[in-house]
């Protein structure tokens, strides 16, 4: 049994998959997953500039093994990520002379992308991420060269195109700190405004980056009932909880100002003492406690990852922190906060 088994009545458990675990064969952790997780995502294979490194160039080697690991173990495979400012080659956006796209010809390039990925893997992959933060912190519309070039209704065509290549999918919106106020406010006035235009819109992904003592979950509790409230079904995407002060805590340093930082100034190197190991594992169950209080909304609860020495948060937003963001550790044994996680439902 692993935690897909405990939240079987709940909602799904997945994780996220990164190419090492079968390009170094690692036989061991694609096992532990199995065991472990009903919803894989791609960390990065699905990503444009990976999938798609030149207009003309696809591999489709790590992407393909991931919807083949997610088939062959039953699991609800999640296709992440579509349109995104981030991940994307800069020449997406340009003619072949350098010059910005016009909006048709980007238009046309988008629905190209959508096409082949998503009729690619029609029927095997049930749910997609189309837009990827799309919003800023604010709550107004990120600058994108897709907002740019193309303009407002960006977002809808990519639902549209999406819904017309694999009309039985599951379409989501997925961005992080979806708990701030304002942010909130912007998603749930795009749900509304593409709602009204009866665009295909069905889910909205919270992305669980969150500290150890911060956001307060009252502020996570708001999102979750004001996304539901919208007619979308609710993912909790991407969770982990970072154990680490941020850098600019470490250096003093304001936020918009440069931070000297280096990776030894990081506390816990060694390891994380018994006390934060308390506090993290506790973190994690108040999180699923409040997402069950909301199974009725919730589809999927998803963590970035499956074992600390994997986590993006060691890289994040500079290499070599040693971090303890997930619920599995370097060995790949369960942590305090598996174990407080198991015993929620
Ligand atoms: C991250 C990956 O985990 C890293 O390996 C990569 O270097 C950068 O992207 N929001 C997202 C994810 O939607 O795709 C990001 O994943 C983390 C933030």
Do not use: C
């Amino acid at each position: 049994t692993g935690l897909k088994d405990y939240y079987k009545n709940d909602f799904l458990i997945g994780t996220a998959m990164n190419a090492a675990t079968f390009t170094d064969n690692d036989v061991a952790l694609q096992q532990l997953i199995a065991r472990e997780f009903n919803a894989i995502t791609a960390e990065n294979a699905m990503k444009w500039e990976v999938l798609r490194p030149e207009l003309n160039k696809w591999d489709w080697d790590i992407s393909d093994k991931i919807v083949e690991f997610g088939t062959e173990h039953d699991m609800h495979v999640i296709g992440h990520t579509l349109v995104w400012h981030s991940q994307v080659p800069d020449a997406v956006f340009q003619d072949d002379a350098g010059k910005p796209l016009t909006r048709e010809a980007l238009l046309a390039r988008m629905e190209e992308h959508i096409n082949i990925v998503v009729g690619r893997y029609k029927g095997r992959i049930p749910t997609w991420d189309v837009v990827n933060e799309a919003i800023e912190d604010d709550g107004q519309w990120r600058k994108s060269h897709w907002l740019n070039i193309i303009g407002r209704d960006y977002i809808a065509k990519a639902f549209e195109l999406a819904h017309k290549a694999d009309p039985s999918a599951h379409l989501m919106y997925n961005d992080y700190s979806m708990f701030l106020e304002k942010k909130r406010q912007g998603v749930v006035d795009m749900v509304r405004e593409l709602k009204k235009q009866k665009v295909p819109i069905h889910g909205v992904g919270m992305q669980g980056h969150l500290g150890i003592s911060g956001p307060d979950l009252a502020e996570v509790e708001k999102s979750i009932i004001a996304f539901a409230n919208e007619g979308v079904r609710v993912h909790i995407t991407e969770l982990d909880v970072d154990v680490l002060p941020s850098v600019w805590e470490i250096t003093g340093a304001d936020i918009a100002t440069r931070f000297d930082y280096k990776p030894e100034m990081d506390p816990y190197r060694d390891g994380l003492p018994a006390e934060k190991e308390e506090q993290l594992a506790e973190r994690y169950e108040a999180l699923f406690k409040l997402f069950i209080r909301h199974r009725d909304k919730i589809d999927r609860v998803s963590t970035w990852g499956t074992s600390d020495d994997a986590s993006w948060k060691n890289d994040f937003p500079i290499k070599g922190r040693v971090n303890y963001p997930l619920l599995f550790d370097r060995n790949r044994e369960p942590k305090l906060a598996w174990h407080k996680v198991a015993a929620v439902p």
